[in-house]
């Protein structure tokens, strides 16, 4: 039947930078195909801090020999290789393939997760799996609860940090809607917070709650973000078995870019820093570590064990050996691979090609994870677990060293080249046609990991709220966005002003409409008088100097405050430093050159900032034509704001102004040069 898809299919040309390149699906395809080892010990040149982390061996005696042992124990089953399959839930995939997955892990004597979302029936005989307890608890009854070998309480997940789970209303057909027990055709949008657990005390409750309901072991599922190591003693503390940490960058079926690109922390620094301080704690027997996101292939994951993992979980690695070609459209429900496809039967995948590819892959993916203890000298995994002595570091910075706990080759003196930055038009063009926020599947590509940083901010990641401090529901709850600047003068409904005095008439016209019907500001000196009263600075003063930071006047009493340029950031830091106590008197402005998306607006103020001001050419750049200016303009304002609330909903933030400015405990470096975060006063992921 021309519906069934039973082969791989080709891989699309890679346009831009993408973190699942050609030969890391090619290899994992090999594997899948074969069963046979590939490759081991892979040296990728890349911005990954992990992929900046090599083990202390000659390369040029690699030996492919399978004398050691693989062998582990989760929830009181053997496993052949200390291997987890994601938590994909049914709805997200299309049911075909969450079979095949269920089925393999039992065949290979592994262990699945079934995701979010309900049980899907004819996986509920399958005994290697883990049922996931979420917030929405879509599906959930003590039935589902019973069916496998343990039970996932998903807290956050590394895609979209702070936020819940979404099934776009597309998805969810007439099988969806049975398995979640939700309206058809409606969203499933997950509250952001677990209702029920705002703190470890309450997390305690919920674990010794279904611990007696089922007599299974209990983990945790947390996105890596910054209070990581607290977090996981916390779960350790609250009678857990164990806890899913899943990394910046993980893949997911639909997430907000905004969210996706800008929050969590890499898996690798928090692995290693909740295994020391578990060490410290005395709190590390016993206790399992799973390390999610972005494990590509055996050399990642091995890496991932001897930072302190004890298995590993693979998501999209595994979508991959089925035949998943990267099109970054599962939100849509019309997969070519018929794997995240709506379950509406207009496609299937076979499940007998998907067993038999995961099979495959499985042995040939624990054969080198042989090759690679052999190549080690070590005689089983358990010998590799948290043995960070056979690991060394290279072009890291001396924070993330720190937080490694590893030797190093050199340090990192190096943080970016400012000019290589370019704008994401699609984004752009996005926001300005639709007003929403653009929703994607699969793992990031921003940088610092993937594109190349080009900005200080490219290094900077936010936090998401997790037990110690709840996230907020922005679908549900309000978020205030309002700004007051000017001593209270001036009252704006977001922190972004525009600036329009090198727009053609048509753009002008556009945003001030747009502005005057959000209430936003705008700066443009052929209105200047019109708009004297919120007018910070001289408009002539602006232009002259805006390479450089104001001359401070404090008592010139017709300054209202200082407008820093997004390539002089550095100087925000002295700029504070020299305001001390007159900080509530003046207000300081970021103009931004360089715009990526409505992170960097959270990011800027994070760092001091009281709002932003946005030139219109970031506005052009998404206009594909110039035909009703007005709606686009008010579309890209409604946009920005939606994502905002998105932003300080993940961050738990309800008002912007008093918990989001000056911030920085909200904000984490990776791998930016010391000298940098010393300046801006800022600590690196992972560190305690």
């Not at 069916?147 to 819940?164: E, H």
């Not at 080009?454 to 936090?463: G, K, N, Q």
């Not at 961050?651 to 102004?657: A, H, L, R, V």
Request: proline letters at 3%; aromatic letters at 8%; charged letters at 20%.
């Amino acid at each position: 039947m021309n519906n069934i898809v039973n082969n791989f299919m080709n891989i699309p040309l890679q346009k831009e930078p993408d973190f699942w390149s050609f030969d890391k699906i090619n290899h994992i395809r090999e594997l899948a195909d074969t069963g046979e080892p590939y490759k081991i010990f892979i040296k990728n040149n890349s911005l990954r801090i992990l992929d900046n982390v090599n083990f202390k061996m000659n390369n040029d005696k690699i030996t492919l020999n399978t004398h050691s042992n693989t062998k582990s124990y989760l929830a009181d089953m053997e496993m052949s290789v200390p291997l987890y399959l994601g938590d994909m839930s049914y709805g997200a995939l299309s049911g075909n393939p969450n079979l095949a997955i269920a089925k393999s892990a039992e065949i290979t004597k592994t262990m699945s997760g079934t995701g979010e979302g309900g049980l899907y029936k004819d996986i509920s005989s399958y005994k290697r799996i883990f049922v996931q307890w979420a917030s929405a608890r879509f599906g959930v009854t003590a039935e589902t609860l019973n069916a496998g070998s343990g039970i996932v309480i998903k807290i956050g997940q590394g895609a979209k940090p702070g936020i819940g789970g979404h099934l776009p209303a597309d998805k969810v057909t007439y099988n969806i809607s049975k398995a979640r027990k939700i309206p058809e055709n409606t969203d499933a949008i997950s509250p952001a917070p677990h209702h029920d657990i705002y703190s470890i005390e309450d997390l305690s409750q919920r674990v010794e709650a279904l611990k007696l309901l089922t007599d299974k072991p209990v983990f945790v599922k947390v996105a890596a973000t910054n209070y990581i190591p607290y977090i996981v003693t916390g779960i350790a503390r609250s009678g857990a078995d164990g806890v899913i940490i899943d990394g910046h960058g993980a893949g997911t079926g639909a997430t907000p870019l905004a969210i996706r690109d800008n929050l969590g922390i890499p898996v690798e620094l928090a692995v290693a820093s909740s295994h020391n301080i578990l060490l410290k704690e005395k709190l590390r027997k016993n206790f399992k570590i799973i390390a999610a996101g972005r494990v590509s292939n055996s050399t990642d994951a091995a890496k991932l064990y001897a930072l302190g993992a004890d298995f590993v979980s693979l998501g999209t690695s595994i979508l991959i050996a089925m035949g998943c070609i990267m099109v970054r459209k599962c939100n849509l429900g019309y997969c070519p691979a018929a794997l995240t496809n709506k379950t509406d039967n207009r496609k299937l995948f076979d499940i007998d090609f998907g067993v038999n590819n995961i099979i495959n892959f499985i042995k040939g993916f624990k054969i080198e994870i042989e090759n690679i203890l052999d190549n080690l000298n070590l005689k089983n995994i358990n010998e590799l677990i948290g043995n960070k002595d056979l690991l060394i570091g290279n072009n890291l910075s001396r924070n993330t060293l720190n937080v490694l706990d590893i030797d190093y080759k050199n340090i990192k003196n190096t943080y970016y080249k400012q000019g290589d930055f370019i704008p994401d038009k699609k984004y752009l063009n996005n926001l300005i046609n639709k007003g929403e926020p653009e929703i994607t599947g699969m793992g990031s590509n921003a940088p610092p990991d993937v594109v190349k940083p080009s900005r200080i901010i490219d290094f900077l990641m936010l936090d998401g709220s997790q037990v110690t401090r709840p996230s907020i529901d922005p679908y549900r709850e309000a978020i205030n966005l309002n700004i007051n600047m000017c001593s209270g003068k001036i009252n704006l409904s977001l922190p972004v002003i525009f600036d329009i005095s090198n727009s053609n008439d048509e753009i002008k016209n556009g945003i001030l409409f747009a502005s005057s019907l959000m209430n936003t500001l705008v700066i443009n000196d052929r209105i200047k008088n019109k708009y004297k009263n919120i007018t910070l600075l001289k408009y002539d003063t602006f232009y002259k100097y805006k390479n450089y930071i104001y001359t401070f006047d404090y008592k010139n009493k017709n300054a209202s405050g200082y407008i820093i340029n997004d390539y002089d950031l550095l100087k925000i830091a002295k700029l504070k430093n020299n305001l001390k106590n007159k900080r509530e008197r003046y207000d300081i402005l970021l103009y931004i050159n360089e715009f990526r998306n409505t992170g960097d607006i959270a990011k800027y103020m994070t760092l001091g900032a009281d709002a932003v001001i946005l030139p219109s050419k970031i506005f052009e750049y998404g206009l594909a034509n110039q035909n009703n200016i007005n709606e686009k303009a008010l579309n890209f304002i409604i946009g920005v704001k939606k994502e905002l609330s998105l932003l300080c909903g993940a961050m738990g933030i309800s008002n912007m102004q008093n918990s989001l400015t000056g911030n920085i405990e909200l904000l984490r470096s990776v791998n930016l040069d010391n000298n940098i975060s010393k300046i801006l006063n800022l600590s690196e992921a992972g560190s305690l």
